[in-house]
């Protein structure tokens, strides 16, 4: 059904690709991973893979590189390449939905761009590796932020620049005027506890090492102590040491990282497979860096379903119990 879908999608102008990725959203929106529809919701992201693919790495560079110095640059390209327009109409929709949710208890978890996402529990709310066109506006929503590395799709510095106006934490390795840490150690904010290891970008590569900040943070009571362990772009398993049984792992989908390893090492209840469709890599050989949805579930494939998942941009995922 995927194949289908996505010769379509491929084949389509842009109105029907449009239209397409409109029922696509609708459908996602109200069909989050339940350990049993993976195969009906590879069949609409393949249209989303579609569309992503008519963008080339250049393109999105100067969309990323427009948002804040020409925005009616920005606003055309938008115009111009369908999945542009679709990224930014589900990041805005999960920002508005980030804003209303109020968590009565459990935890809530927003899937943005990347490897970024939001945890909203009913005493906190914080972001890690958060990017992507007016992400900014989440400043007022979160208590602190968290930032594995200082690579441009993990960090958008427009939201770093408003939460330090604001005096709350930014926690990095390399942004001036953030909590800066290069170091394993412990943070407290509220009844959100934070352990952070050091890891390693690229553990083949000497410069490449001791040079990503992984974080296991439990979400406090009010989430019934869920744990996530976020390990950035670290491709080094053996410096990944989650001290509490992890509720949500999200890891890099290929750094030379072996997934399903990584994944019986941490023992998560469940993985969220990232950095997949990342747009400012390219599709095309020789360096085809922007890994799709069909590579992500074909590195788990041998993973239980409800054991592991690929989430959508802008998708919202419930943690068991969570109610509000």
């Known amino acids: 059904m995927a194949a289908v879908a996505l010769g379509a999608a491929a084949d389509a102008t842009d109105a029907d690709l449009r239209a397409q990725l ?9 069909n989050p991973p339940d350990g049993t529809n993976a195969p009906a919701r590879r069949a609409r992201m393949a249209v989303l893979q579609a569309a992503g693919d008519r963008l080339s790495d250049l393109d999105y560079r100067d969309y ?7 925005k009616p640059l920005a606003d055309l390209l938008e115009a111009r390449h369908p999945v542009l327009g679709y990224l930014r109409g589900v990041t805005d929709s999960a920002i508005d939905e ?4 109020q968590v009565r ?13 939001v945890f909203k529990t009913p005493r906190a709310c914080f972001g ?11 400043a007022p929503d979160l208590d602190f932020l968290l930032n594995t590395h200082e690579h441009g799709v993990h960090a958008h510095e427009p939201l770093f620049r408003e939460m330090l106006a604001r005096n709350k934490p930014v926690v990095a390795r390399w942004y001036p005027g953030s909590l800066l840490v290069s170091q394993s150690t412990n943070l407290v904010f509220g009844e959100v506890r934070i352990r952070v290891d050091i890891g390693d970008h690229h553990r083949e590569q000497p410069r490449q090492r001791e040079n990503m900040l992984m974080f296991e943070v439990d979400c406090g009571p009010s989430a019934n102590h869920a744990v996530i362990y976020h ?17 949500i792992f999200i890891l890099h989908t290929s750094v030379g990282l072996p997934v399903p390893e990584a994944i019986r090492h941490v ?22 860096w922007r890994w799709s949805y069909d590579y992500a579930f074909g590195v ?15 998708e919202r995922w419930l943690a068991p119990g969570t109610t509000f």
């Open 105 to 117: 208890e459990g935890l809530a978890v927003w899937f943005i761009y990347n490897m970024g996402y």
């Open 231 to 247: 390990s950035g772009d670290g491709n080094n398993m053996e410096k990944m040491h989650p001290v509490q049984p992890v509720d």
């Open 98 to 101: 980030i804003r209303r949710t």
């Open 64 to 70: 990323a590189r427009s948002w804040e110095t020409n």
């Open 267 to 288: 023992k998560p209840k469940i993985t969220f497979v990232s950095h997949v469709m990342e747009l400012g890599h390219s599709p095309l050989p020789p360096h085809a």
């Open 128 to 138: 890690i590796d958060l990017d992507g066109r007016g992400v900014e506006r989440l």
């Open 300 to 314: 788990i494939r041998d993973i239980p379903e409800r054991e592991a998942t690929v989430l959508t941009w802008g």
């Open 22 to 30: 409109g029922m696509a959203k609708s459908w996602l929106a109200q």
